[in-house]
């Protein structure tokens, strides 16, 4: 049992024997391990055998004879000790192959700690390498990772302190770089910012670019990758050479972009460099310039003794200034400043000549114009004075002399005050010397004392001159004499101003002085009155006595109007017969009525012509500010509507405007809007009256008569808007249209087989703006209309208005075979002088004779008379407004030739005109 358990432990002492020799091998490689190898080989042979013993054993106690066992016993001790011996040898042996394994381990031990102590000294000499460089070094792993970085890295990054430690990654590096700000957004050589730089030289051999910082510092970066994969990261500091480089930059755009031309030659004259403004000065390209001489550039007007005095200066060293009279590549010449001098080696050796050249063609120019200046000033007529920033005088031309009176040596040194006249007031000068320093010039008129105490008017301009910093230098003064001017301005104004026939004011002083005494009544918050005064009855003086007596009426009447208001008001003549007063500063609305009251009683006596009483009347219409507008023109426009409403009802008194004569203004502005419209919409059109032979009651022709069919109105009769087409201007094409649109249809007429006469309506209007006879035989021609088939109807008021131009018209019209008719005929003088004069072929009793003389038998004789007059004269009668069978038989009682009236036919459209001619009227009767 001893046996076994000592067996068993030799055993277990193998084992652990062979677990340290193993451990060995682990931790203590590279050791030379044959010998170990030996030892664990023996080691494992024993346990081998010491199982094999055990094995044997096993059996040998299964064996139960006795004697079997003894022998087997003695051959088991036989064995044991064989097999002891050997084992003892095979110890001695493992004994001696473990001393030989320590001394082997040893050894190596040894070696191990010189070679580390060997790789601590290089990493101790490559660490003293890195630092000792000057720049900046830092080594990566090729896992990415800080192996090591100079102190120089560390300087040039001090915001990565505590960051650049070994084991850091380089993404940790970018990233605190990008949380710092430091690093600008700078772009590599081939465009990558930095840290894509940085980034993707993983990916690259190599990797240059450049690192600008917040503070202004550069470096010049270099990543690049060893053979076993290690990052390389070496920056350099490059700011002062960059800042170099800046500076060279901007010496070079300086020479660039300089104003002046520069050229650069060699010693023997031929030319290296040239500038853009060189080039664009000459003509010449660069090409075309360099390796040439600047003798390029002559233009011959230089001697070859001035060029050799140039050389000489500039090859002893000094600097050569003058001026060249160059010729550019086109052929031109310009002038230019030249400075040239030696550009010298280090050594002082002259290597090269600069030129620096400027253009001073306009200058030169500019000292021509200042000769030329200078003539002027002598010999211009304005008067110049040129003071100090003192305002006093420095110098002044002959014209002030002759202007002044004063010799220059009376007035240098002199305050321009003793110019002054003495009618300007402080506040004038003062605004003249606020716009003067301030805007730097004042022009106006001013009145000034000559040398002999006489005053005359002068127009000044003032002009400040100033340095390029705003500080003033002098003033200079250019006046002349306006004497003569102003008298003629004097009656320019006047001319424009004031009626020539009253000497009072006209319409456009007027409208100046109400709109001033408005802008005072809004400001001092008073009345004004406006009065709107028509003369009732000066066209019958006009027109029985003549123009002279018209003339020396309406001056009587203005006179009689100036004292009729306060020296303050204005009495303006507004045109014809037509006065406009001007009341300032009225207390109360019945101010303006006493002053219409006084008007009309100064109005309403005799006047005195040519030793006979004229009688005439007044019709006033009355407006207020602020009560009935705020500006002129609806005052003018209210008070004229208030003349108009003090006619209709009467004459001779006076009205006030009201609302509803607004509201009558906003629907006449509107009906002319409309108006405006109806022409180019095609809403006019025309329906013929016709016009019927009295003794068989057939038409012999038809009258044209306007009708507006309005979108919203429905059919407009030309009561409506006949009169405002002729005060807005709109009667001109109106009546061109009807006159055209009348001739179309009474050719279409006659086409159709019916020989229709066609009367048209002309005013006084339409004559007044040009209608010319050649223009209706025009529309004639272009129509298809024989002239004799148009009829023209001229009321015989128009025929009165300056009846010798009508009279011309009216026999232009006759000889191009035109009927003419005088229209309402008894409304007007009837003068049977006048008839005589004009080439009429038609009369036309007024309607009004005709509707009354059932009422007023008296106009019967008025009718006979008026029939009797034309037939004396050869003229056809036509009768209007024929509304029932008894007036018929009156005009056909007493020889009326033609009529015309409902009584026949209202006006009717074209279309159904035919018809009727061909039925005829007879069940009129």
Same mark, same amino acid.
């Given at each position: 049992?001893?046996?076994?358990?000592?067996?068993?432990?030799?055993?277990?002492?193998?084992?652990?024997?062979?677990?340290?020799?193993?451990?060995?091998?682990?931790?203590?490689?590279?050791?030379?391990?044959?010998?170990?190898?030996?030892?664990?080989?023996?080691?494992?042979?024993?346990?081998?055998?010491?199982?094999?013993?055990?094995?044997?054993?096993?059996?040998?106690?299964?064996?139960?004879?006795?004697?079997?066992?003894?022998?087997?016993?003695?051959?088991?001790?036989?064995?044991?000790?064989?097999?002891?011996?050997?084992?003892?040898?095979?110890?001695?042996?493992?004994?001696?192959?473990?001393?030989?394994?320590?001394?082997?381990?040893?050894?190596?031990?040894?070696?191990?700690?010189?070679?580390?102590?060997?790789?601590?000294?290089?990493?101790?000499?490559?660490?003293?390498?890195?630092?000792?460089?000057?720049?900046?070094?830092?080594?990566?792993?090729?896992?990415?990772?800080?192996?090591?970085?100079?102190?120089?890295?560390?300087?040039?990054?001090?915001?990565?302190?505590?960051?650049?430690?070994?084991?850091?990654?380089?993404?940790?590096?970018?990233?605190?770089?990008?949380?710092?700000?430091?690093?600008?957004?700078?772009?590599?050589?081939?465009?990558?910012?930095?840290?894509?730089?940085?980034?993707?030289?993983?990916?690259?051999?190599?990797?240059?670019?450049?690192?600008?910082?917040?503070?202004?510092?550069?470096?010049?970066?270099?990543?690049?990758?060893?053979?076993?994969?290690?990052?390389?990261?070496?920056?350099?500091?490059?700011?002062?050479?960059?800042?170099?480089?800046?500076?060279?930059?901007?010496?070079?755009?300086?020479?660039?972009?300089?104003?002046?031309?520069?050229?650069?030659?060699?010693?023997?004259?031929?030319?290296?460099?040239?500038?853009?403004?060189?080039?664009?000065?000459?003509?010449?390209?660069?090409?075309?310039?360099?390796?040439?001489?600047?003798?390029?550039?002559?233009?011959?007007?230089?001697?070859?003794?001035?060029?050799?005095?140039?050389?000489?200066?500039?090859?002893?060293?000094?600097?050569?200034?003058?001026?060249?009279?160059?010729?550019?590549?086109?052929?031109?010449?310009?002038?230019?400043?030249?400075?040239?001098?030696?550009?010298?080696?280090?050594?002082?050796?002259?290597?090269?000549?600069?030129?620096?050249?400027?253009?001073?063609?306009?200058?030169?120019?500019?000292?021509?114009?200042?000769?030329?200046?200078?003539?002027?000033?002598?010999?211009?007529?304005?008067?110049?004075?040129?003071?100090?920033?003192?305002? %006093?005088? !420095?110098? #002044? @031309?002959?014209?002030?002399?002759?202007?002044? +009176?004063?010799?220059?040596?009376?007035?240098? =040194? $002199?305050?321009?005050?003793?110019?002054?006249?003495?009618?300007?007031?402080?506040?004038?000068?003062?605004?003249?010397?606020?716009?003067?320093?301030?805007?730097?010039?004042?022009?106006?008129?001013?009145?000034?004392?000559?040398?002999?105490?006489?005053?005359?008017?002068?127009?000044?301009?003032?002009?400040?001159?100033?340095?390029?910093?705003?500080?003033?230098?002098?003033?200079?003064?250019?006046?002349?004499?306006?004497?003569?001017?102003?008298?003629?301005?004097?009656?320019?104004?006047?001319?424009?101003?004031?009626?020539?026939?009253?000497?009072?004011?006209?319409?456009?002083?007027?409208?100046?002085?109400?709109?001033?005494?408005?802008?005072?009544?809004?400001?001092?918050?008073?009345?004004?009155?406006?009065?709107?005064?028509?003369?009732? %009855?000066? !066209?019958? #003086? @006009?027109?029985?006595?003549?123009?002279?007596? +018209?003339?020396?009426?309406?001056?009587?009447? =203005? $006179?009689?109007?100036?004292?009729?208001?306060?020296?303050?008001?204005?009495?303006?003549?507004?045109?014809?017969?037509?006065?406009?007063?001007?009341?300032?500063?009225?207390?109360?609305?019945?101010?303006?009525?006493?002053?219409?009251?006084?008007?009309?009683?100064?109005?309403?006596?005799?006047?005195?012509?040519?030793?006979?009483?004229?009688?005439?009347?007044?019709?006033?219409?009355?407006?207020?500010?602020?009560?009935?507008?705020?500006?002129?023109?609806?005052?003018?426009?209210?008070?004229?509507?208030?003349?108009?409403?003090?006619?209709?009802?009467?004459?001779?008194?006076?009205?006030?405007?009201?609302?509803?004569?607004?509201?009558?203004?906003?629907?006449?502005?509107?009906?002319?809007?409309?108006?405006?419209?109806?022409?180019?919409?095609?809403?006019?059109?025309?329906?013929?009256?016709?016009?019927?032979?009295?003794?068989?009651?057939?038409?012999?022709?038809?009258?044209?008569?306007?009708?507006?069919?309005?979108?919203?109105?429905?059919?407009?009769?030309?009561?409506?808007?006949?009169?405002?087409?002729?005060?807005?201007?709109?009667?001109?094409?109106?009546?061109?249209?009807?006159?055209?649109?009348?001739?179309?249809?009474?050719?279409?007429?006659?086409?159709?087989?019916?020989?229709?006469?066609?009367?048209?309506?002309?005013?006084?209007?339409?004559?007044?703006?040009?209608?010319?006879?050649?223009?209706?035989?025009?529309?004639?021609?272009?129509?298809?209309?024989?002239?004799?088939?148009?009829?023209?109807?001229?009321?015989?008021?128009?025929?009165?208005?300056?009846?010798?131009?009508?009279?011309?018209?009216?026999?232009?019209?006759?000889?191009?075979?035109?009927?003419?008719?005088?229209?309402?005929?008894?409304?007007?003088?009837?003068?049977?002088?006048?008839?005589?004069?004009?080439?009429?072929?038609?009369?036309?009793?007024?309607?009004?004779?005709?509707?009354?003389?059932?009422?007023?038998?008296?106009?019967?004789?008025?009718?006979?008379?008026?029939?009797?007059?034309?037939?004396?004269?050869?003229?056809?009668?036509?009768?209007?407004?024929?509304?029932?069978?008894?007036?018929?038989?009156?005009?056909?009682?007493?020889?009326?030739?033609?009529?015309?009236?409902?009584?026949?036919?209202?006006?009717?459209?074209?279309?159904?005109?035919?018809?009727?001619?061909?039925?005829?009227?007879?069940?009129?009767?």
């Amino acid at each position: 049992m001893s046996q076994n358990l000592s067996r068993g432990s030799d055993t277990l002492e193998l084992q652990v024997l062979e677990a340290e020799i193993e451990e060995i091998r682990f931790f203590h490689e590279p050791v030379p391990g044959s010998a170990l190898d030996n030892a664990l080989f023996h080691i494992r042979s024993i346990l081998l055998r010491s199982e094999e013993m055990q094995s044997m054993r096993s059996d040998y106690m299964a064996v139960e004879t006795p004697l079997l066992l003894e022998r087997l016993y003695q051959s088991l001790v036989r064995y044991n000790t064989a097999q002891t011996l050997a084992a003892e040898r095979y110890s001695r042996l493992l004994m001696v192959v473990a001393v030989v394994l320590f001394v082997t381990l040893g050894l190596a031990l040894t070696r191990l700690n010189r070679a580390r102590a060997a790789i601590g000294r290089s990493w101790d000499q490559l660490r003293d390498g890195v630092e000792s460089l000057t720049e900046a070094f830092a080594l990566f792993g090729a896992d990415g990772r800080l192996v090591l970085c100079n102190s120089r890295y560390r300087q040039l990054y001090p915001w990565l302190e505590g960051v650049l430690e070994p084991g850091v990654t380089i993404n940790e590096v970018m990233e605190a770089n990008r949380r710092s700000g430091r690093l600008l957004d700078t772009s590599s050589g081939d465009g990558d910012t930095v840290d894509e730089a940085a980034s993707s030289s993983f990916a690259q051999t190599r990797n240059f670019y450049i690192e600008q910082l917040s503070d202004g510092r550069w470096y010049l970066a270099s990543d690049s990758f060893t053979s076993a994969g290690e990052l390389v990261s070496v920056r350099i500091d490059i700011t002062e050479s960059r800042r170099g480089e800046v500076e060279l930059r901007k010496l070079s755009r300086a020479l660039e972009q300089s104003p002046a031309s520069v050229v650069i030659t060699d010693v023997q004259g031929r030319i290296e460099y040239v500038n853009p403004k060189c080039q664009e000065m000459s003509g010449y390209s660069e090409a075309e310039l360099l390796g040439r001489n600047p003798r390029l550039f002559k233009s011959g007007d230089k001697s070859p003794r001035e060029y050799a005095e140039l050389w000489a200066t500039i090859s002893a060293g000094r600097e050569w200034r003058g001026q060249f009279h160059n010729r550019r590549k086109d052929g031109s010449i310009y002038w230019e400043s030249a400075s040239i001098s030696p550009v010298r080696d280090p050594q002082g050796g002259i290597t090269h000549f600069i030129a620096v050249k400027e253009d001073i063609t306009a200058r030169k120019r500019s000292e021509e114009q200042l000769r030329m200046y200078g003539t002027v000033f002598e010999t211009i007529t304005e008067g110049i004075m040129v003071t100090d920033a003192d305002n %006093r005088i !420095k110098i #002044v @031309n002959p014209a002030f002399t002759r202007i002044t +009176g004063y010799q220059p040596e009376e007035v240098v =040194g $002199e305050n321009p005050r003793m110019l002054s006249s003495g009618r300007h007031s402080p506040a004038f000068y003062a605004e003249l010397w606020e716009s003067l320093l301030e805007r730097g010039s004042w022009s106006g008129e001013i009145w000034d004392r000559r040398r002999d105490g006489t005053l005359y008017p002068a127009w000044l301009s003032l002009v400040a001159i100033f340095d390029e910093r705003r500080r003033l230098l002098e003033y200079v003064a250019v006046f002349s004499d306006i004497t003569h001017r102003k008298e003629s301005e004097e009656q320019i104004r006047r001319q424009a101003n004031y009626d020539a026939l009253t000497g009072l004011p006209n319409r456009s002083l007027l409208r100046d002085r109400l709109s001033g005494a408005l802008k005072s009544a809004r400001r001092e918050r008073w009345k004004v009155a406006l009065l709107f005064v028509d003369l009732d %009855r000066f !066209k019958e #003086v @006009n027109d029985s006595l003549g123009h002279v007596a +018209g003339d020396e009426l309406l001056q009587r009447i =203005g $006179e009689r109007l100036r004292g009729c208001v306060r020296e303050a008001d204005t009495v303006a003549r507004f045109g014809g017969d037509e006065f406009v007063l001007l009341l300032e500063d009225i207390k109360q609305v019945s101010d303006a009525a006493d002053v219409c009251k006084k008007i009309l009683r100064e109005l309403d006596g005799p006047v005195a012509l040519h030793g006979r009483d004229v009688f005439v009347g007044a019709s006033i219409g009355v407006t207020l500010y602020p009560d009935d507008a705020a500006d002129a023109n609806t005052m003018l426009r209210n008070a004229d509507m208030a003349m108009c409403r003090a006619k209709d009802a009467g004459r001779n008194n006076y009205q006030f405007f009201t609302l509803a004569m607004n509201e009558q203004v906003q629907h006449r502005i509107e009906l002319e809007r409309d108006l405006r419209q109806a022409l180019e919409q095609g809403q006019l059109l025309l329906h013929y009256q016709p016009i019927v032979r009295l003794d068989d009651l057939r038409v012999v022709g038809v009258e044209a008569l306007l009708r507006w069919r309005h979108p919203e109105r429905g059919l407009v009769l030309p009561d409506t808007f006949i009169t405002l087409a002729e005060e807005s201007g709109l009667i001109a094409p109106i009546g061109r249209w009807v006159l055209r649109m009348a001739c179309r249809q009474a050719g279409s007429w006659r086409a159709a087989g019916l020989a229709l006469k066609v009367s048209v309506n002309l005013s006084s209007h339409q004559l007044a703006m040009g209608l010319e006879v050649g223009e209706i035989q025009q529309i004639l021609g272009e129509e298809g209309l024989d002239p004799e088939g148009l009829n023209i109807e001229i009321t015989e008021s128009t025929m009165m208005e300056d009846s010798e131009a009508n009279l011309e018209w009216l026999e232009q019209a006759k000889a191009v075979g035109v009927r003419l008719a005088i229209d309402d005929f008894g409304t007007g003088y009837s003068s049977l002088s006048y008839l005589k004069r004009f080439p009429m072929d038609t009369l036309k009793i007024d309607r009004t004779f005709i509707r009354d003389v059932e009422e007023h038998p008296e106009d019967i004789s008025l009718i006979e008379a008026i029939i009797a007059m034309a037939g004396s004269l050869g003229l056809q009668v036509v009768a209007e407004g024929i509304e029932n069978p008894a007036q018929l038989e009156l005009m056909r009682r007493h020889g009326c030739d033609l009529g015309q009236g409902n009584l026949f036919s209202e006006a009717l459209e074209p279309g159904r005109i035919p018809d009727l001619v061909r039925v005829g009227v007879a069940a009129a009767e």
